[in-house]
């Protein structure tokens, strides 16, 4: 987020990627951290593409589950979240956008335009949306039952997220995320690259995660560990790593 400060008056984007609850680092953005982007975003003329695909997971109760939740976002912000992975409907494809009417694009020669106009055309015109079974599926997911189930899955993931967590730190690695996000981000011990601990961790803990550097260079000497699972598998994967690396 200090980063952004670092842009001169003369830098400036057009769009701006921002994933929270964030995969892979499981890591969150308090307002105060949101409202920064949201200024940048409105001052220079920016769009901010924001990926809630993880809000569901949110635990902490003063983390905004939408980017609508800052003050000006609807002029800046579009948003997109996936019932992959808040219903387990992967492979199923269901998601939704929502593009405020209050949003505007500026062409090259200055002239403004509803996004959320230019939205429903393209999409009327080349996607005819979600089949009916799945769309009927989707709206089951926010009935009373529905969502009552949904939620008692997510809390159990969640709690696989907390053994990971907490594991991970007896064993004295150094890990983020596991709050508000099904994943664990770990620094790799004793200074490994992501894929050499993936090595190490398949061939003698027989633990399978995903090395950080599949994420971009940034991730190098990171790793990410999944709590979406069966519990008692991670705990025997936790129990490997900690007999391992414990400290």
């Not at 004793?190 to 940034?218: A, Q, R």
Request: some cysteine; charged content about 25%; glycine content about 10%.
């Amino acid at each position: 987020f200090f980063r952004l400060s670092a842009f001169g008056d003369k830098e400036k984007v057009d769009l701006i990627y921002l994933c929270f609850p964030n995969n892979p680092t499981g890591t969150v953005a308090t307002k105060e951290q949101l409202k920064v982007w949201v200024d940048y975003a409105n001052k220079n003329g920016a769009i901010i593409l924001y990926d809630a695909a993880y809000e569901a997971f949110i635990t902490t109760a003063d983390i905004p589950h939408s980017i609508y939740e800052i003050e000006g976002a609807k002029t800046c912000a579009i948003e997109f979240r996936s019932f992959s992975k808040t219903a387990g409907f992967t492979g199923v494809r269901c998601g939704l956008v929502v593009v405020p009417q209050e949003l505007m694009g500026t062409t090259a020669d200055g002239e403004s335009y509803s996004l959320n106009k230019l939205w429903n055309r393209r999409t009327s015109t080349k996607f005819n949306g979600a089949s009916y079974p799945v769309q009927r599926a989707a709206a089951a997911v926010y009935s009373e039952q529905g969502w009552k189930e949904t939620k008692e899955i997510i809390d159990y993931y969640m709690d696989n997220a907390r053994i990971i967590r907490e594991g991970l730190s007896a064993a004295g690695i150094v890990c983020y995320g596991g709050v508000d996000s099904p994943y664990v981000w770990l620094k790799t011990p004793e200074g490994m690259s992501s894929w050499d601990f993936f090595d190490k961790l398949l061939n003698e803990c027989h633990v399978v995660g995903t090395p950080g550097s599949g994420f971009g260079p940034s991730g190098e000497g990171f790793f990410r560990l999944s709590a979406f699972g069966d519990k008692e598998k991670v705990i025997t994967a936790v129990d490997r790593i900690k007999k391992k690396w414990g400290k």
